[in-house]
């Protein structure tokens, strides 16, 4: 059964630094990753989609790298905002329609003005 | 264009009772998919609908249905509630039925379950 693992699970950085979401997985044979942004309350809002056969993808101060082979995928946000406070989930889709997405418990992440 | 729509917003029921929740998928979308998020943990998956058939269902009981209507729109129903199922109710769509493309997710129905 694939698990899901999201360290850490929450982190307060001042604003304008760099820091890197850590998500782990526990079958590498899957078909894709995705990271998501859940606001307080909210629904989850797409951010970066990586299939299995990428290495990384960009979105504007986003950055999402995949190492499949280990388990593990990193989010990069650059100069962090205020406003990019908020959980961040890590999915990944293992295939077979029983499963749908498998997600971590997320990182809740506060930036300080 | 909108995104994926959910209704009704909040939800209060009592142990027992029955409720069906709504979800609209953007325009063009033909799978909708439900995932229940309890406080503090990720979603879990509970059912994908293409095309009006059942592709997948999760581990959940029996007491949870769904099905998907000719314009793509889907209902989920949860019979005889239970404290547990007290969550926020999440509704994703996307263009076919497979997970290989990004999943757009709707802004939740939260239950609350006395």
């Known amino acids: 059964k694939q698990e899901v693992t999201q360290i850490p699970a929450a982190l307060s950085v001042p604003e304008g630094e760099n820091l890197v979401l850590n998500c782990s997985f526990t079958d590498s044979a899957i078909y894709n990753l995705q990271w998501f942004r859940q606001d307080p309350g909210k629904g989850l809002t797409s951010l970066l989609l990586i299939q299995s056969s990428q290495r990384e993808q960009t979105s504007g101060r986003l950055n999402a790298s995949l190492d499949k082979s280990s388990g593990r995928s990193t989010l990069y946000i650059a100069a962090s905002q205020p406003g990019d406070s908020a959980t961040y989930l890590c999915?990944?889709?293992?295939?077979?329609?029983?499963?749908?997405?498998?997600f971590g418990k997320g990182t809740h992440l506060i930036i300080q003005p | 264009d909108a995104g994926v729509t959910q209704s009704p917003t909040h939800l209060i029921k009592t142990r027992g009772q029955q409720v069906t929740l709504r979800c609209s998928p953007i325009s063009g979308h033909k799978s909708v998919s439900w995932y229940q998020q309890v406080l503090g943990q990720g979603p879990q998956f509970i059912f994908q609908?293409?095309?009006?058939?059942?592709?997948g269902r999760g581990n959940f009981p029996d007491r949870f249905s769904a099905r998907q209507f000719p314009n793509y729109s889907s209902e989920l129903n949860v019979n005889a509630l239970l404290l547990g199922d007290s969550a926020l109710y999440l509704c994703?769509?996307?263009?076919?039925?497979?997970?290989?493309?990004?999943?757009?997710f709707g802004p939740g129905t939260r239950l609350l379950v006395l």
């Open positions: 994703a769509s996307s263009l076919g039925d497979r997970y290989q493309e990004t999943q757009y």
């Open positions: 999915a990944v889709y293992s295939g077979g329609g029983a499963d749908g997405l498998t």
């Open positions: 609908y293409y095309e009006k058939e059942e592709r």
